[in-house]
């Protein structure tokens, strides 16, 4: 009975084993510079610390007090009120450029391509492109509105239009990628549905909502899933086009954690903030996993 056992048990080792070597050249990265970090980050919040000087202890001391700070809870607001305005933007822009690529046209294989360009353009020049269009004084866009009578915004000069400005040049860089997705959740639908539907006299938006629309759920929740966690994480256009201001108007909580870190020399402080948001985007990604299954169709 025991020889029977090592038998299969070392087989699995073996198993095991192999997979572990094949594992490697991914295992590395993700331990170096994923879970590593996170690691670290979870014990420097734990302390007080100014990237300089010893750590000392102070426990939770950092999460009570980022819990009850008006700094924190509005970061999160702006966070919160990026990703209302960026993701209803991007995904109808994207649907849509995805419902015109997928019928058949002269250069669409071209315009695939060129309105993918943005998204493998670097953040950085995408929003200092954006930051030149939105000037108030000499930008495009409110030179074209003067034209036509309308006297532009201050678009990131304004506090009032400063987090509608990073939405916008958010929205335009990731466009791309999101009608990448629903394209080939398009191309996987089968067009005997369409015909069946048209010849019951179906239209064309009874067709988007009672076909298109079911079967594409699959790659919506994929999209959904991807922009909620990208969007919790904003920071590189923020960063670029406002820097969290005009008077921290647009202040978002990766902002926060770098200015924690970098401006004020708080680091645990920082890594609590961190942890805090890790904890925020795990429970929002785990209600969306628990309720796909009552409107996501896999057939």
């Known amino acids: 009975m025991t020889r029977r056992r090592r038998g299969p048990l070392k087989r699995r080792l073996g198993y095991a084993g192999t997979v572990a070597i094949f594992l490697l050249p991914s295992l590395v990265p993700l331990l170096a510079f994923v879970i590593g970090p996170m690691i670290s980050a ?54 849509a450029l995805a419902l015109a690529l997928n019928a058949k046209m002269k250069g669409r294989a071209l315009l695939r391509g060129v309105y993918f360009l943005p998204v493998v353009t670097s953040w950085v020049v995408v929003a200092l492109v954006w ?45 791309g990628f999101v009608m990448v997705i629903l ?52 920071f590189d256009q923020v960063f670029v086009m406002t820097g969290g201001g005009p008077n921290n108007s647009s202040q978002v909580v990766v902002q926060q954690v770098y200015d924690l870190t970098f401006r004020y020399g708080q680091a645990g402080m920082a890594s609590a903030l961190s942890w805090l948001l890790f904890l925020v985007i795990l429970v929002v990604t785990l209600v969306q996993f628990y309720g796909q299954k009552k409107w996501v169709n896999y057939a």
């Open 42 to 95: 979870a014990w420097t919040s734990l302390h007080s610390w100014n990237l300089i000087g010893d750590m000392q202890w102070v426990g939770f001391r950092n999460y009570s007090f980022l819990i009850g700070d008006p700094a924190t809870r509005n970061a999160f607001l702006h966070t919160i009120y990026y990703i209302v305005g960026y993701l209803p933007l991007v995904y109808v822009g994207g649907l």
């Open 131 to 175: 930051r030149w269009l939105l000037n108030p004084s000499v930008g495009i866009v409110n030179h074209t509105l003067a034209l036509i009578g309308i006297h532009g915004p201050g678009w990131w000069a304004d506090p009032a239009w400063s987090m509608p400005s990073i939405i916008i040049a958010s929205a335009w860089k990731d466009l």
């Open 183 to 234: 394209l080939a959740g398009l191309q996987t639908i089968n067009q005997d549905l369409y015909e069946a539907a048209e010849i019951d006299g179906a239209g064309w938006w009874r067709r988007l909502f009672s076909i298109t629309m079911p079967m594409l759920s699959p790659s919506t929740f994929f999209v959904v899933v991807l922009s909620l966690i990208n969007g919790f994480q904003v």
